[in-house]
């Protein structure tokens, strides 16, 4: 089997490109814990002395051609004692052929609900950019598809929403980064080719237990939900120890299986590592998928770094 054909195949999974497409899953994280304003805009910290930082790879199913691969980037940061917000970047592309960028602005509404609970409700807003480059492909039917004829190169607005319940020990959210449905393509020739980034809904929640003075017991859990796609959901099982090294495991439903692990390499400073192991059948064709992040914390009190762990 040819590169140029399985890339085509690959490019028919991710876009859909059947009559009229209608499923098209967002990129999907395993750390997501730890990349919470990405997916949520409503995502808050309660914590008025830092600026956070954090930027996550991920390469999936390493080995296979055109294989995706996606990096985000997140600051965050509390503004007044009730106004968070930030800005959130996610690239998202396959090998070198479809390419997508969402940068947004973010700002969440912190609402106290007792000494010990809060909920917030945020909405992210900016733009998407798309762009394609069929340039590499080889067709061995003498006409190509028409999908494929062009490159396109083009720009969406977009607004996203969520709301975040959290205490010091727990959150729930459930967000829809994106609103709008953006047209990546239309009807061509007489041909319907149209391809649609439809709205995912995102339901999250975490638990931190302490297990004894140095040991915690970190529970969490993800459901994306896509009309016309199946349900994808993420358990998973992390324990922390003396509030430094973290490790556990991950299970994707029909999916992957995953190991995980992080380290607050310094007092302001968190890098993370994730592998996926794929069990579906595509499991044949790569192995395995890579996701790396790395935290930062910079002070915004002039007496230095004092803070208490970030636990989502």
Same mark, same amino acid.
């Given at each position: 089997m040819s590169n140029a054909f399985l890339t085509y195949k690959l490019l028919l999974m991710f876009l859909g490109l059947t009559c009229l497409m209608q499923a098209q899953q967002d990129p999907q #994280? *395993?750390?997501?814990?730890?990349?919470?304003?990405?997916?949520?805009?409503?995502?808050?910290?309660?914590? =008025? *002395?830092? /600026?956070?930082?954090? *930027?996550?790879?991920?390469?999936?199913?390493?080995g296979s051609v055109g294989g995706p691969s996606t990096g985000t980037f997140f600051a965050h940061t509390k503004f007044t004692d009730r106004l968070e917000g930030g800005i959130s970047v996610i690239h998202d592309q396959i090998g070198d052929v479809v390419k997508e960028t969402n940068a947004y602005i973010d700002v969440a509404y912190v609402i106290p609900v007792n000494d010990k609970a809060s909920v917030s409700f945020g909405i992210k807003a900016g733009a998407s950019?798309?762009?394609?480059?069929?340039?590499?492909?080889?067709?061995?039917?003498?006409? &190509?598809?028409?999908?494929?004829?062009?490159?396109? !190169?083009?720009?969406f607005p977009n607004i996203g929403a969520g709301a975040y319940y959290f205490t010091? +020990?727990?959150?729930?959210?459930? !967000?829809?980064?994106?609103?709008?449905?953006? @047209? +990546?393509?239309? =009807?061509?020739?007489?041909?319907?080719?149209?391809?649609?980034?439809?709205? +995912?809904?995102?339901?999250?929640?975490?638990?931190?237990?302490?297990?004894?003075?140095?040991? @915690?017991?970190?529970?969490? #859990?993800?459901?994306?939900?896509?009309?016309?796609? &199946?349900?994808?959901i993420d358990i998973t099982a992390n324990v /922390?120890?003396?509030?430094?090294?973290?490790?556990?495991?991950?299970?994707?439903?029909?999916?992957?299986?995953?190991?995980?692990?992080n380290l607050r390499i310094l007092p302001n400073l968190r890098v993370g590592y994730a592998y996926d192991y794929t069990l579906s059948n595509l499991g044949r064709f790569n192995s395995g998928s890579h996701e790396v992040f790395l935290l930062f914390d910079i002070s915004r009190l002039t007496k230095g770094y004092d803070k208490s762990p970030r636990f989502f």
């Open positions: #994280f *395993t750390q997501y814990m730890y990349n919470m304003s990405v997916l949520n805009p409503a995502y808050s910290t309660a914590d =008025e *002395t830092s /600026l956070n930082l954090g *930027t996550l790879y991920r390469t999936q199913w390493v950019f798309f762009s394609t480059d069929f340039s590499g492909f080889i067709y061995s039917d003498p006409l &190509p598809d028409p999908a494929f004829a062009e490159n396109i !190169s083009r720009t010091d +020990h727990y959150y729930v959210g459930l !967000s829809a980064p994106n609103l709008l449905n953006s @047209k +990546h393509l239309d =009807e061509d020739s007489g041909i319907v080719t149209e391809g649609a980034e439809n709205i +995912h809904l995102f339901l999250t929640g975490g638990y931190v237990i302490n297990l004894n003075d140095r040991l @915690k017991l970190k529970p969490a #859990f993800m459901t994306k939900y896509v009309n016309g796609a &199946p349900l994808s /922390l120890f003396n509030e430094k090294i973290e490790a556990g495991v991950g299970y994707r439903f029909d999916d992957s299986v995953s190991g995980l692990i």
